[in-house]
């Protein structure tokens, strides 16, 4: 009876850019999902009292908060372009007006969007700031 074939596995999976990008987007996720419980965090002292909203934004002030908003950051634009660049490889392909558009515009489009609806988010929260 022959053994199976085992595929080796090669130990240096990160030393492979595919497989480099593909770790860094995943964990690009979890840091956003990080940042989904700091904003929990915030609307559960919220509910609690003023004096735990307090603290909560205290926390938001200091430089280790800072520091983790701006890794937070960081991890949400380089999802943000990872997530509309592979969007044309996902999606079949996009035909307006009997020709083809190229997956570039497409990945740039959607930045764009992205681009545009953060800022709109952002005016209207300095608009409605007391």
Known sequence: MRRPYLR???SLWWAKPPYLAYTLREA???AIAAYALVLLAGVICLALDENAYSAWLR???SRWSLALHAIFLIAMLFHVWTWFAIMPKTMPRLVIGGRYVEP???TAA???I???ASFVLLA???WVRP
Do not use: M, N, S
């Open 8 to 10: 080796p596995i090669d």
């Open 28 to 30: 690009a996720g979890i």
């Open 59 to 61: 926390f938001l002030a």
């Open 104 to 106: 570039r515009f497409i």
């Open 110 to 112: 959607g930045i764009v």
């Open 114 to 116: 992205a681009a545009l």
């Open 124 to 126: 209207i929260a300095l």
